[in-house]
């Protein structure tokens, strides 16, 4: 199978042009090594305006060791009810408030011992967090400004991250010391630094790693970067051997091959590493078989016995078995630190027993798993199958192998069922289902499982929520067969089914009167938002007219004012009128007005007829806006040359002039 997958590889990378191994490597396990599905996928996705998304890569699980002294923080889980049925009987109902959640990530409890001033500041965080979280949690534990700190001790080769990186991308192993340092501190105290540029440039190398697999004679040439750490070197050779990682055997790495190192920092030659890869082998031992005989037994039996399982124990060692059947690890090892990590080694080792056709178990709390199954629409609702698995069981694997594993319960738990397993083998694994079990369905049903003993596992729990009340409908024991376990979900699914119809036209009236309101309510804020606009635009008119007439009103007073100030210049400039018994030669002027009024004045017959012109104008007769008139010959004295006198125009000893408007 390697070497049919390294021809798959060589292939994929010569029809794509994909040099990361890790993007192809993605893209193949995706498609289940099938070459042509691969190749047709990228090409699609290349010919698409959107990007590719990202292949997330699956870290490494590992246990997590929290002193009595850490930090860690779980929210309550409240609790839920367990109707009356043939596995419980009398726990109270219970509602389940809260969202739906999707499956919790996969994350790592990363524990901090932080040397500051001769104490040490223990903490656990979990790996999707930032850097600044740390100096967070150390500024409101020490009132010390976040900006005046400094954190070493991140490991050989690393400098110090920046407050947004996120833990998990800095690859840390499970247990850290820091040291922190502050700004009244004396600076010698503090750690060098020296080579911090040239090692973060080598984070961002391409290293290629020759790496010779001795057993099958394949060379592989792949490509990561310097970010990349030694376990996921491994982990991507396992990909592509079928090699675990805790079968490899390799040599041509630096120093002792930490896992946690990171490529830039493990000391390997750049641009190209060569490595050599092995498997290791158990070599069978001599065992010695004992066969009970029973006290009527004869002696011939029990050397014809001996002798059959020398024969058997000769032909095995002869056939040159490489390695011997395993002991199975735990499903679940004691005291992991949380449930999604625990679900994590589970999900592994059950497909490590099995095989990887098996049901989808959920990775996170039981809480969690009741918010994904019940919370949300009535429409995407789903039953709870809860798998309770015990090592000790006569039948536990034949049930999961032959039962549980079987493609059309797989096929049925995937469609209708959101799926939590548990191992109850070690008593603190059991303590803590217990208490889960407690928190979500009450103290009858913990007791029932508290009680039953471990030949009656494995179980399996359906439980399903209707009418807000959750309840466990069914128990499906160890010795059960498959068709006795399709048989109780067939029953469940009709049951589930029924609730979830009323349910759904329930909730469906309920839409609908919402729906109704809502259309109601915008309907009114719309009208209201009319009379709104309609009062507001009759306010603006209102508010223009006003404007209007407030403009109209000065540009009148403003002309009234220049009119008057023009009549009071002209009146200054007008000459004394001549007396009756004057010696000097006059003109006596008569003026019909276009009121129709009359007025009469005399001037000296010297002077210019611009005086006569004055005088309108003080009377108010501009003669820029009027024109005046003689009788004969019909001449406007404001269009001739006022500079003239009376008896040069001929206006003397008396004339009748009209004022008219122009």
Known sequence: ???????????????????????????????????????????????????????????????????????????????????????????????????????????????????????????????????????????????????DMKLTGWGTGRIEPHDEELLARLHLPLMNNLKLFTADMDGSEEEETNGEDSFTERLCQSYVLEITDTDENNVYNLRYEGSKTIFDVKQGVYHLTNIPPRQQKWSGWCGDGEETLTLAASGIDFPRHILQLSRNRQKPQQRTKQLQVEEDSSEDEFEDANETLDQYDGAMYDAEVETIPRKFNPLIPPYTNNDTEALEFFTSEFEERYGKVHPCFFRGSLEDAMQEAFDGSAKERKLLALYVHHDKSIFSNVFCSQVLCAESVVSFL?????????????????????????????????????????????????????????????????????????????HAMDVFNDGKQTEIQNEAERESSDQLKLEQDMAYQESLLLDRAKEEEKEKQEREELETMRKVHEEQLQQQEQDEAIRQSLEEQLTDEPPADCTEPTTTIRV???????????????????????????????????????????????????????????????????????
């Open 592 to 662: 019909r007005l276009p009121n129709g009024e009359t007025t009469v004045r005399r001037f000296l017959a010297e002077e210019r007829v611009q005086m006569v012109l004055n005088y309108l104008g003080s009377l108010g007769y501009n003669s820029d806006l009027y024109k005046v008139i003689t009788t004969y010959p019909k001449k406007d004295l404001t269009g001739l040359d006022t500079s003239q006198t009376f008896k040069e125009l001929g206006l003397v000893p008396q004339e009748t002039l009209f004022v008219e408007e122009k």
């Open 1 to 147: 199978m390697a070497t049919n997958r390294d021809e798959i590889l060589a292939n994929f990378q010569a029809c794509t042009g994909i040099e990361d191994f890790d993007e192809c490597l993605a893209h193949l396990e995706q498609n289940d090594w099938n070459l042509h599905e691969a190749i047709t996928s990228v090409l699609k996705a290349n010919s698409e305006p959107t990007d590719a998304p990202s292949i997330q890569e699956v870290p490494d699980i590992t246990e997590v060791p929290v002193t009595s002294k850490s930090k860690v923080t779980f929210a309550p889980e409240p609790p839920v009810s367990l109707p009356s049925t043939s596995f419980s009987d009398g726990d109270a109902s219970h509602s389940i408030p809260g969202p739906s959640k999707p499956a919790a990530p996969k994350v790592r409890m990363l524990q901090f011992n932080i040397s500051y001033r001769n104490r040490v500041i223990p903490h656990v965080i979990e790996d999707n967090r930032s850097v600044g979280v740390i100096k967070d949690l150390l500024a409101e534990e020490l009132k010390v400004p976040k900006q």
């Open 414 to 490: 995937s469609q209708n069922f959101v799926t939590w397993a548990w191992d109850v083998t070690e008593e603190s694994n059991k303590i803590r289902a217990l208490e889960a079990f407690k928190k979500q369905f009450g103290s009858v049903t913990t007791a029932t499982l508290r009680n039953l003993p471990a030949d009656k596992y494995p179980a399996l729990v359906v439980v399903m929520k209707l009418q807000s009340a959750t309840q466990i409908f069914n128990v499906t024991q160890g010795d059960a067969t498959l068709d006795d376990l399709m048989t109780n979900f067939l």
